[in-house]
T-cell receptor, first 114, second 113 residues
Framework: AQSVTQPDIHITVSEGASLELRCNYS??????LFWYVQSPGQGLQLLLK??????LVQGIKGFEAEFKRSQSSFNLRKPSVHWSDAAEYFC????????????FGRGTSLIVHP | NAGVTQTPKFRVLKTGQSMTLLCAQD?????MYWYRQDPGMGLRLIHY???????AKGEVPDGYNVSRLKKQNFLLGLESAAPSQTSVYFC????????????FGPGTRLLVL
């Protein structure tokens, strides 16, 4: 069965600092990987996704993520955080071959200090 | 193009009351999902549907029922609400299965007293 681990429940950064949110997955084949963001009081919105090809994926709002098969990781990065990036971030994995249900991590809450 | 909408946005129920949450999508998606979100628990799948007229159980289906009579609508029912069902409920849809992007509604906040 597939699984997703986000080791950090909370991350605090200063505005302008760089950011890395960790995501590790467990899945036998090449997974479909996603990062979603949830602003307070909102639903989830897709930041970026990886299916195949280039392992460095660019997303919206200046975010990027790198797929590392050897480490089973798909970490999210941003070079300079803005106060508006404060939100909950979810990593998710979807299986190929007709699977219907994606698996979400428990989320990482990002706090941005001015 | 409204995407995924949810009705109502907020509701307070007394224990034992029933209610139905409505999810509608205008993207012609086959797959629809109901999740609940609780602090520290992430998203947990309640039920899902892979097409009109189909439903299936997710991770936490007890106390909930669903129906997908029309492709664009996915209803979540609570027959006899319990305080443990106090949560934020999200509906999502996708064109195909787990390998596709999920589009989420804005959520319904439910308080059961």
């Amino acid at each position: 069965a597939q699984s997703v681990t986000q080791p950090d429940i909370h991350i605090t950064v200063s505005e302008g600092a760089s950011l890395e949110l960790r995501c590790n997955y467990s899945y036998g084949a090449t997974p479909y990987l996603f990062w979603y963001v949830q602003s307070p009081g909102q639903g989830l919105q897709l930041l970026l996704k990886y299916f195949s090809g280039d392992t460095l994926v660019q997303g919206i709002k200046g975010f990027e993520a790198e797929f590392k098969r050897s480490q089973s990781s798909f970490n999210l990065r941003k070079p300079s955080v803005h106060w508006s990036d404060a939100a909950e971030y979810f990593c998710a994995v979807g299986a190929s071959g007709g699977s219907y249900i994606p698996t979400f991590g428990r989320g990482t809450s990002l706090i941005v200090h001015p | 193009n409204a995407g995924v909408t949810q009705t109502p946005k907020f509701r307070v129920l007394k224990t034992g009351q029933s209610m139905t949450l409505l999810c509608a999508q205008d993207m012609n998606h086959e797959y629809m999902y109901w999740y609940r979100q609780d602090p520290g628990m992430g998203l947990r799948l309640i039920h899902y549907s892979v097409g009109e007229g189909t439903t299936a159980k997710g991770e936490v289906p007890d106390g909930y029922n669903v129906s997908r009579l029309k492709k664009q609508n996915f209803l979540l029912g609570l027959e006899s609400a319990a305080p443990s069902q106090t949560s934020v409920y999200f509906c999502a849809s996708s064109y195909m299965g787990a390998q596709e992007t999920q589009y989420f509604g804005p959520g319904t906040r439910l308080l059961v007293l």
